[in-house]
C-alpha cells in the first residue's frame, strides 16, 4: 500500500517550459536559474538523467541556487537516494529556511525515511505562516506520514482538516474511504469514496476500494465494471493480482 500512496504525496513545483538549449553563462546567476528550471521540467517528466544534466549546470553556475539545490534534493529523492536527496535539502534549507515548499517536500523527504517525528515537525513549520496558501496539501501530507507511521487516528485528523481547507482534496477523501471502511463504517467509506470518483482519475487502490465498497453494497454491475477496469488498465497491479485470487477462490 505504501507505494501506492506515496502516489498521494504530491511535489508542489512550479511547472517548466522545455526546450533542448544551451544556457550560455554570460550571466551565471541568470544562467543557473534558467538551468534549474529545465532541470526541474524535464523531472516532471520523468526524464531524470536530462534533469540531474541541468541541475548540475545550475549549481556549477551558482552553488548556491537554492532551487536548483531544492529540486536535486527532490530528484535523489525520486531515484531512492536518500542519503543525497537529504543533503540537498539541507543545504536549500540553509539558504532559504522559511520557503513553505521546500519545507513540505523535507517533510515528505523524512516520511519516506521513517523519521516521522521529524517529519511532523517540519510539516508544522511549514503551518507557522499565516499567508502559506497550500496548508491543505501539508496536513495531507500529514495524514499520510501518520498513516505510514500506524497511527490511524491522527492520519483521519489530518485529512480532515485538509478537507476542511479545500474539499477537493482526493488523496484525503481516498484515505478517509478507506480507513472507514475498515472501521465498517461502509456508509461513510462510500461518501467520501463517491466524492472521490467524483474529481479524481482512477488508480488502482482507487478501484480494488470500489470494488470492496460496492460488493458489501451487493451492486452486482458495479463490481463487474471496476473489475474490467482493474484488469485492464493495471494487469501487473498487486490489486489486480488479489483480485485474480480471490475470483478463483469464488470469494468476489
Not at 36 to 45: D, I, K, S, T, V
Not at 47 to 65: H, P, T, V, W
Not at 133 to 149: D, S
Request: include cysteine; charge should be positive; hydrophobic fraction near 40%.
Amino acid at each position: 500500500m505504501r507505494n501506492i500512496l506515496t502516489l498521494g504525496l504530491i511535489v508542489m513545483l512550479s511547472t517548466a517550459c522545455i526546450t533542448e538549449k544551451v544556457i550560455e553563462p554570460r550571466d551565471p546567476k541568470r544562467a543557473a536559474e534558467l538551468n534549474a528550471e529545465l532541470g526541474l521540467g524535464y523531472m516532471r517528466q520523468g526524464q531524470y538523467k536530462r534533469a540531474m544534466n541541468k541541475l548540475e549546470k545550475a549549481l556549477d553556475f551558482d552553488s548556491k541556487n537554492v532551487q536548483a539545490l531544492h529540486y536535486k534534493g527532490e530528484l535523489h529523492r525520486r531515484l531512492g537516494e536518500a542519503d543525497k536527496a537529504g543533503d540537498y535539502f539541507k543545504q536549500a534549507l540553509a539558504l532559504a529556511p522559511k520557503d513553505q515548499i521546500i519545507l513540505n517536500n523535507y517533510g515528505v523527504y523524512l516520511c519516506d525515511i521513517k523519521d516521522y517525528e521529524q517529519a511532523i515537525s517540519i510539516f508544522n513549520k511549514s503551518l507557522e505562516d499565516p499567508l502559506y496558501e497550500n496548508k491543505a496539501r501539508v496536513y495531507e501530507n500529514i495524514g499520510l506520514c501518520r498513516l505510514w507511521q500506524g497511527k490511524v487516528n491522527q492520519s483521519e485528523s489530518a485529512f480532515q482538516q485538509a478537507l476542511a481547507l479545500n474539499s477537493n482534496m482526493s488523496t484525503s477523501l481516498l484515505e478517509l474511504a478507506k480507513i472507514r471502511f475498515d472501521q465498517g463504517n461502509k456508509q461513510e467509506a462510500y461518501e467520501y469514496y463517491n466524492r472521490y470518483i467524483a474529481i479524481a482519475a482512477h488508480t488502482p487502490a482507487s478501484l480494488w476500494l470500489g470494488i470492496l465498497i460496492e460488493h458489501g453494497r451487493g451492486a452486482k454491475n458495479t463490481v463487474a465494471s471496476y473489475k474490467v477496469k482493474l484488469k485492464g488498465r493495471y494487469p501487473d497491479a498487486k490489486e489486480t493480482r488479489l483480485l485474480l485470487k480471490l475470483e478463483k477462490q469464488g470469494k468476489l
